[in-house]
């Protein structure tokens, strides 16, 4: 079977993997650890761990288990002050830390116990923060801390060195496709592009590349972005005409949800912007991407990752 590298975190990551499980590849879900917002980050400060958070999250994603267990796993202790509107899959992620020492040994229980279909790697054994730098020049310290700045963000880093998970470098060697999921750019996406090692492994690659852009635009990250900035910025980090192809949704989102979105969160649909994007010499894979689940635009899981092994298929 071929072998995919996934790059992501949290929600974006996740949506993409419930789709992409269905399909005969080998999956390696690569996830950021530098999460320290919510029920993570009050682990991290507790404990003084990598965040577990958006491991746990993808884990379940690409989990194949029944829906009793899926709710026990998302299941939060919300009338407990003790337990801290914590998750279970958290705190089972948690104690196998305590227990193994580290992910490398924690990851795979847990993976058995949810009968995983793929690999899931953190970026790093490492307890790193993310730091941003802003147009006047200020360090922004901690994911959630970025999320919320009203500044621009003009380059992302972490606040001390760190390695790079061995078997991440590994895994980028043996694909077949590298891809980098939906999610903030900012928090979920480049801080993977941040480590020249890794970079260098991944331009090295005889992988191409893919990108799954996002449906809406970030308020105060990615104002105004068409689906070409959004090329732009991560070749800022992986060097110029490093993307070799982009599935990007083509149809017009016409709701009241939309126009919510647009309204009151300042977030709008990004624009194909396809002679830019042609120009740029990426491929496009264009389709209507978007469904609305509890509430929220999503990306249609099963169809994007059709696009993906289709795409994948026809490179052999």
């Known amino acids: 079977m071929k072998k995919i590298v996934i790059f992501g975190g949290g929600s974006g990551l996740s949506q993409i993997l419930k789709g992409l499980k269905l399909f005969p590849v080998n999956i390696t879900a690569v996830v950021s650890v530098a999460d320290n917002g919510a029920s993570t980050g009050r682990l991290r400060d507790e404990l003084n ?15 194949n288990t029944n829906s009793d267990l899926e709710k026990l796993m998302n299941y939060r202790f919300t009338k407990s002050k003790t ?22 040994g924690a990851i795979p229980v847990l ?86 090692t890794l970079v260098r492994c991944i331009n090295k690659s005889k992988a191409n590349k893919m990108y799954v852009c996002n449906l809406f635009t ?22 110029k005409n490093s993307i070799d192809v982009v599935i990007a949704n083509d149809t017009v989102m016409k709701s009241s949800l939309a126009s919510k979105y647009s309204n009151e969160e300042q977030k709008d649909p990004v624009i194909l912007d396809e002679e830019k994007v042609n120009a740029m010499h990426v491929k496009v894979i264009k389709s209507k991407l978007y469904k609305i689940e509890d509430g929220v635009y999503r990306h249609d899981s099963l169809k994007t990752a059709y696009l993906i092994f289709s795409y994948l298929m026809d490179k052999e």
């Open 49 to 63: 761990i990598p965040a577990v958070g958006d491991i746990s999250k993808v884990m379940l994603a690409m989990a």
């Open 83 to 104: 337990l801290g509107n914590h998750s279970v899959k958290n705190l089972l992620l948690t104690a196998l830390l305590d227990i193994k020492g580290n992910f490398d």
């Open 111 to 196: 993976a058995s116990l949810l009968n995983i279909n793929g690999i899931v790697l953190p970026l790093t054994e490492d307890n790193v923060n993310l730091v941003g730098i802003t147009e006047d020049n200020e360090k922004i310290v901690g994911e959630e801390q970025l999320t919320k700045c009203a500044k621009k963000i003009i380059k992302v880093k972490y606040d001390k060195k760190f390695t790079i998970n061995p078997k991440v470098i590994k895994a980028v060697e043996e694909a077949d496709l590298i891809i980098f999921s939906t999610g903030s750019l900012l928090t979920s996406i480049l801080p993977h592009l941040i480590d020249k």
């Open 218 to 239: 970030q308020p105060g990250e990615t104002d105004n972005f068409k689906v070409s900035d959004h090329i732009k910025e991560l070749e800022k980090y992986l060097g």
